[in-house]
């Protein structure tokens, strides 16, 4: 009995000192909660603190005035440069792109921009971003220009951006029929590309050296071939077709600019130095429609991968840290959009602004490929 009685003692010692334990435990996890919501706290005012400076950084960039741009028409052989006026003009133009799986219209007439408009396609007549299926999508042109009148109009066209090579080659300086026989030599040479597999065009730049640059494009054929079938299937004569990186140029129109061109399955990445889209690259993101937040890390991954590119290339010259991003495109052209990618730069995103009249509820992001043919007519 007695050893009963000292182990219920025993044991009534043990449930104090378990009951003690627990209560101490319960008032450590109390604190640490306490803890851990105060820091969430402060994190989340950091947060917003920085998204308040970032949003600051891209309200109140000063819009640059626009000006004449002087970018390439890139027509075999050499073509004088383009300049993009600021006259009026009384023809009717339409202009006519393929943007992740979207067929992107608008028509322009009497100097202003009067209507536009975006048409779903099946994502199955492309493969890889570019035509694979030149009946289904030129039937889907076909159906979009009825009642537009596409007859009576100067229709310019811009494929998918996709499968581009781009370089700067320096020649000695000489004169143009030289370059003639020279620039497709320096090609096979310096670039891994094949004249049998691309369509080859360049322009000579200025200098004030004793040097001439020469900016190369290779297009693929194959790609640009299916374009072309595409059109001839929708009926559709192009008064132009332009290559969408030389669109963009045009359309943003400053002198120095990095552009991102985000879509639901690609990204078009442009460095402008001096008028010139010195640098392009195109990057398929997928076949299945992307998710925002995994194109805002993509695209500032593949911003600041061409950007350090391109200051290697040219490090006595590299790319001066206030030249900023412009966003265009379906996915990369909201506001949080901007600000994510603005932080994960460290660059700043600055506003669009239509280098030509337009409704004030036009919607410019979306449609900067189509401005920049337009500015290729007018």
């Not at 499968?163 to 320096?170: A, K, P």
């Not at 192009?238 to 985000?262: C, E, F, S, Y």
């Not at 506001?335 to 280098?355: H, Y």
Request: hydrophobic residues 40%; glycine residues 6%.
């Amino acid at each position: 009995e007695k050893a009963r009685a000292e182990a219920d003692k025993e044991a009534e010692k043990k449930a104090e000192a378990e009951e003690k334990a627990r209560a101490e435990a319960d008032k450590e996890a109390e604190k640490r909660a306490e803890a851990e919501e105060k820091a969430g706290v402060i994190e989340e005012r950091e947060a917003e603190e920085k998204a308040d400076v970032v949003e600051a950084t891209v309200a109140e960039a000063a819009p640059r005035k626009s000006k004449k741009l002087r970018v390439p028409g890139l027509k075999k052989p050499s073509l004088p440069t383009l300049q993009v006026g600021g006259g009026k003009v009384g023809k009717h133009v339409i202009a006519l792109s393929i943007d992740g799986s979207e067929l992107r219209l608008v028509s322009f007439h009497k100097d202003s921009v009067e209507s536009w408009d975006s048409i779903p396609f099946d994502p199955q007549f492309l493969r890889m971003g570019q035509v694979a299926d030149p009946e289904g999508l030129g039937n889907v042109i076909k159906g979009a220009l009825e009642g537009r009148e596409a007859s009576k109009s100067q229709i310019v066209c811009s494929p998918p951006g996709l499968r581009i090579v781009s370089r700067i080659i320096t020649l000695p300086s000489v004169n143009t029929k030289e370059l003639d026989s020279i620039v497709p030599r320096e090609v096979r040479r310096l670039m891994t590309v094949s004249e049998e597999d691309n369509k080859i065009y360049w322009q000579a730049l200025p200098s004030e050296t004793s040097q001439t640059p020469v900016l190369v494009l290779a297009v693929a054929k194959e790609a640009l071939n299916n374009f072309m079938e595409t059109l001839r299937i929708g009926g559709v004569r192009p008064h132009n077709v332009d290559l969408k990186p030389m669109a963009l140029t045009r359309a943003v129109n400053q002198q120095d600019a990095i552009i991102a061109h985000g879509e639901s399955n690609s990204v078009e990445l442009v460095i402008v130095v001096n008028d010139i889209p010195v640098q392009i690259r195109s990057i398929f993101l997928g076949e299945g429609v992307v998710t925002q937040d995994y194109a805002v890390g993509r695209i500032s991954d593949e911003l600041v991968r061409t950007i350090t590119t391109y200051n290697e290339i040219n490090s006595e010259r590299p790319l001066d840290p206030e030249v900023p991003i412009f966003l265009c495109g379906a996915m990369a052209s909201s506001v949080p959009f901007a600000l994510n990618v603005a932080a994960l730069t460290g660059r700043t995103v600055q506003p669009l602004e239509p280098p030509l009249r337009c409704p004030e509820d036009f919607p410019l992001a979306r449609f900067m490929v189509n401005v920049g043919l337009i500015l290729k007519t007018i």
